[in-house]
C-alpha cells in the first residue's frame, strides 16, 4: 500500500537517529518496489542532512532499479564529491557502472575501494567476475588464495558472481542463504495454507521471471509452456520485466491462460494478485540471476513453492520448498548443500524446445572464416567460465593436433585481446583461433555443426550451449564437479547416451578430446550417436518432459494436501 506522503513529522530526536529510521524504511520501500515512497522518504532524509553520503548512494541505487539512469549517476557523483575515499561509495559507482554495461570502468572503480577496503567480498567477487568476462586471468591463483583463506568469514556476497570461480556446493549454499536474508522482504510468511485445499477443476501454476523474452530461459521452457496440459492445469505467467515486443514476450503471452505484465508493481501488489488468483503452486525461473525478485517468495503465495531452471543452484529462500532437478546434477550425497527438498526428472532436469529451428540459410566454414579442412575445436560458453584450467588444456590440444583451431566465442574486441594472449604465452599463434561473433538463435544453431568438438568449461558446464551443441550433432566433452553449475553437461550426455564423453579429471578430459580429434572414425561414429540419441532419447522429447515434469508438481501438491512436509520426490 503507497505511503501517505507528508504525514512523517521531525521529532526531538537527534537528527541521526530520524535519518536512520528513514533509511531503513525506504530500503524495504525499495526491495519490495515502492519506489516512490522509497525516493520520498530519502528525500526527506537529505532535507535532515543533506550531506550525508549514504542517503546519496542509496538513493541513486533506488533511481537504477527505477531505470533513471541520469538521476542515479548524480546522485552516485554527489556521493563521491561528499567522500572521494569512502570505500562504499567506490563501490556503489563500481556497481552502478557494471550495471550499466561500463565493465572497464567498474573494475577500476572496484579496485580502487579494494584499496581501502581489501576485505569488501562483494566487491570482490564482482570484480573479479567482471575479469573474468573479458578473460583477464592476471589475479587468478591471488583469487583462489583469497577464496580458500577468507570463505569462512565472508558475510555477503553475490552468489552469481562466485559459481565460476569454485567449485563448492556448500559454498554456494551458505552465498545463497546470504543473499537471500539479506533481500529478505518480511521475517515470516504473511500467509498461510491450509490442507486440504478447497477442490478446483484445475491446478494452477504461477511462473515468476523478468526473462520471458528471447533468453535462454525462452528458448528452453517456451514449448513446455504451450504442451502444458489445459485439462489439469491452469497457467499463470507473472512477467515483472521491461514491456517488450519481441518473440519470446509474445509467445510466452500466447501460450498462458493468464498472462499479467507486473514490471515495476510493488512486492505487495504482485503478491496479493497472484493469492487472488489462486495458485496451487508458484515457480520462480529466476533465483540469484540478474533482476530476479526472488523475494516475492518470502510471502508466501502458493501452497507450494517451486525453484527452477533459472539459477544452478539452491536459492537459499526458506519458503522455496522444493527445486527441479535431476539425479546427476543433485545425487543424493549432494542433497545436504540445497535447502530445497528435490523434485527428481527422470531423465535430465532440463526441458527442451522440440519445435526449435535453425535458419534455413546454412553458411560454409569459409563464411564464418574457419579452415575447409581443419578439425574444429569450439567454445561457445559465455566468457566468464572459461579460466586458465580448460584453456591450458585447449592450447595443448591445438599443439597436439596440428591440423586443429579453436572456434571462440567472443562478443568483444577486449575478450578476443586478451584470448589471444594467452594463447601466445601458450606457443600458439592467433591463425589457431578463430573467433565467433554473437548471432541470432536460429543462426548459432545453423552455424553449429561446423564444428567437430565442444570443449566445456569446468566450474560452470555449458547448460543452453550444450543442449545447442548436441541438437545440432556435435560431440560435447566436458569433466563432472560438485556443484549443480559443474555438472549440466553431464545430465545432458546422460540424456543422449553418450556418458563416454563425461570426464572426472582434467588428465581424462584431455585425453577423450584428442581421442576424438585423432581417431577420425570415432569421432563419425560419436556424431552419428549423437544424432541417434537426439532423435530417440528423452532430451527433445518435450511433450514427455512435459508429462514427467507435471506429475511432479502433482505429487508436490498432494504432499501438501495430505498434511506432510516437503520431501525429496521422484516419478519412480
Known amino acids: 500500500m503507497a505511503m501517505k506522503h507528508g504525514m512523517i513529522k521531525s521529532t526531538d530526536a537527534p537528527v541521526r537517529e530520524q535519518v536512520v529510521r528513514l533509511m531503513k524504511l525506504a530500503r524495504r520501500k525499495a526491495i519490495e518496489r515502492s519506489f516512490d515512497d522509497a525516493v520520498y522518504l530519502m528525500q526527506q532524509a537529505l532535507e535532515l542532512d543533506p550531506k550525508n553520503r549514504g542517503v546519496h548512494t542509496a538513493l541513486?541505487?533506488?533511481?537504477?532499479?527505477?531505470?533513471?539512469?541520469?538521476?542515479?549517476?548524480?546522485?552516485?557523483?554527489?556521493?563521491?564529491?561528499?567522500?572521494?575515499?569512502?570505500?562504499?561509495?567506490?563501490?556503489?559507482?563500481?556497481?552502478?557502472?557494471?550495471r550499466i554495461g561500463q565493465e572497464e570502468e567498474a573494475i577500476n572503480?572496484?579496485?580502487?575501494?579494494?584499496?581501502?577496503?581489501?576485505?569488501?567480498?562483494?566487491?570482490?567477487?564482482?570484480?573479479?567476475?567482471?575479469?573474468?568476462?573479458?578473460?583477464?586471468?592476471?589475479?587468478?591463483?591471488?583469487?583462489?588464495?583469497k577464496i580458500r583463506n577468507s570463505t569462512k568469514a565472508m558475510t555477503a556476497i553475490d552468489p552469481f558472481s562466485f559459481l565460476s570461480l569454485v567449485d563448492d556446493p556448500e559454498m554456494q549454499m551458505k552465498f545463497s542463504i546470504l543473499a537471500a536474508n539479506v533481500n529478505r522482504v518480511c521475517k515470516s510468511e504473511t500467509a498461510t495454507f491450509t490442507a486440504p485445499l478447497a477442490k478446483k477443476d484445475k491446478i494452477r501454476i504461477g511462473y515468476f521471471s523478468c526473462d520471458f523474452l528471447n533468453h535462454a530461459t525462452m528458448f528452453l521452457i517456451g514449448r513446455m509452456f504451450e504442451l502444458h496440459d489445459?485439462?489439469?492445469?491452469?497457467?499463470?505467467?507473472?512477467?515483472?520485466?521491461?514491456?517488450?515486443?519481441?518473440?519470446?514476450?509474445?509467445r510466452a503471452e500466447d501460450s498462458a491462460d493468464v498472462y499479467r505484465h507486473v514490471g515495476g508493481m510493488a512486492s505487495e501488489i504482485i503478491v496479493d494478485q497472484a493469492r487472488a488468483d489462486g495458485l496451487d503452486i508458484a515457480v520462480d525461473l529466476k533465483g540469484h540471476t540478474k533482476g530476479n525478485r526472488v523475494n516475492l517468495f518470502d510471502h508466501r503465495m502458493a501452497p507450494v513453492q517451486v525453484s527452477y531452471l533459472g539459477y544452478p543452484g539452491t536459492s537459499g529462500v526458506d519458503s522455496i520448498d522444493?527445486?527441479?532437478?535431476?539425479?546427476?546434477?543433485?545425487?543424493?550425497?549432494?542433497?545436504?548443500?540445497?535447502?530445497?527438498?528435490?523434485?527428481?526428472?527422470?531423465?535430465?532436469?532440463?526441458?527442451?524446445d522440440d519445435q526449435r529451428k535453425a535458419a534455413e540459410t546454412k553458411p560454409t566454414r569459409a563464411d564464418v572464416g574457419l579452415p575447409e579442412d581443419a578439425l574444429v575445436f569450439c567454445s561457445f560458453n559465455s566468457s566468464y567460465?572459461?579460466?586458465?584450467?580448460?584453456?591450458?588444456?585447449?592450447?595443448?590440444?591445438?599443439?597436439?593436433?596440428?591440423?586443429?583451431?579453436?572456434?571462440?566465442?567472443?562478443?568483444?574486441?577486449?575478450?578476443?585481446k586478451n584470448v589471444l594472449a594467452e594463447a601466445k604465452r601458450r606457443g600458439v599463434g592467433p591463425e589457431r583461433i578463430v573467433f565467433a561473433a554473437q548471432v541470432k538463435q536460429e543462426e548459432h544453431l545453423a552455424r553449429l555443426p561446423l564444428a567437430d568438438i565442444f570443449l566445456d568449461t569446468f566450474f560452470v558446464n555449458a547448460h543452453t550451449t550444450a543442449s545447442d551443441a548436441l541438437w545440432a550433432g556435435v560431440p560435447v566433452v566436458t569433466k563432472i564437479g560438485k556443484q549443480f553449475a559443474a555438472r549440466v553437461a553431464a545430465s545432458l550426455l546422460h540424456s543422449v547416451g553418450l556418458d563416454e564423453l563425461t570426464a572426472t579429471t582434467p588428465q581424462q578430459y584431455q585425453a577423450l578430446a584428442l581421442k576424438l580429434a585423432r581417431d577420425r572414425e570415432y569421432l563419425a561414429d560419436v556424431k552419428a550417436r549423437v544424432k541417434q540419441g537426439i532423435e530417440d532419447g528423452p532430451l527433445y522429447d518435450t511433450e514427455k518432459f512435459t508429462r514427467n515434469f507435471e506429475a511432479l508438481l502433482e505429487k508436490s501438491l498432494e504432499r501438501f494436501n495430505a498434511g506432510l512436509k516437503p520431501d525429496h520426490i521422484s516419478l519412480s
Open 385 to 416: 567460465k572459461v579460466s586458465p584450467d580448460e584453456f591450458d588444456i585447449w592450447m595443448k590440444l591445438l599443439k597436439l593436433v596440428p591440423d586443429s583451431v579453436l572456434w571462440f566465442y567472443a562478443s568483444r574486441d577486449g575478450i578476443r
Open 60 to 98: 541513486g541505487e533506488v533511481y537504477e532499479l527505477m531505470e533513471k539512469r541520469d538521476k542515479a549517476i548524480l546522485c552516485h557523483v554527489e556521493a563521491l564529491r561528499l567522500e572521494p575515499r569512502n570505500p562504499e561509495c567506490l563501490s556503489y559507482i563500481g556497481s552502478f557502472l557494471m
Open 109 to 145: 572503480y572496484f579496485q580502487d575501494c579494494l584499496k581501502f577496503a581489501p576485505n569488501n567480498d562483494v566487491v570482490f567477487a564482482r570484480m573479479m567476475h567482471l575479469k573474468r568476462h573479458k578473460c583477464d586471468w592476471s589475479d587468478f591463483d591471488k583469487t583462489r588464495r
Open 322 to 352: 522444493y527445486m527441479v532437478a535431476d539425479p546427476i546434477v543433485v545425487p543424493p550425497k549432494y542433497r545436504k548443500y540445497y535447502t530445497e527438498k528435490v523434485l527428481y526428472m527422470p531423465d535430465c532436469y532440463q526441458s527442451n
Open 230 to 250: 489445459r485439462e489439469k492445469f491452469e497457467i499463470y505467467i507473472y512477467d515483472y520485466g521491461a514491456m517488450n515486443d519481441n518473440e519470446g514476450r509474445q
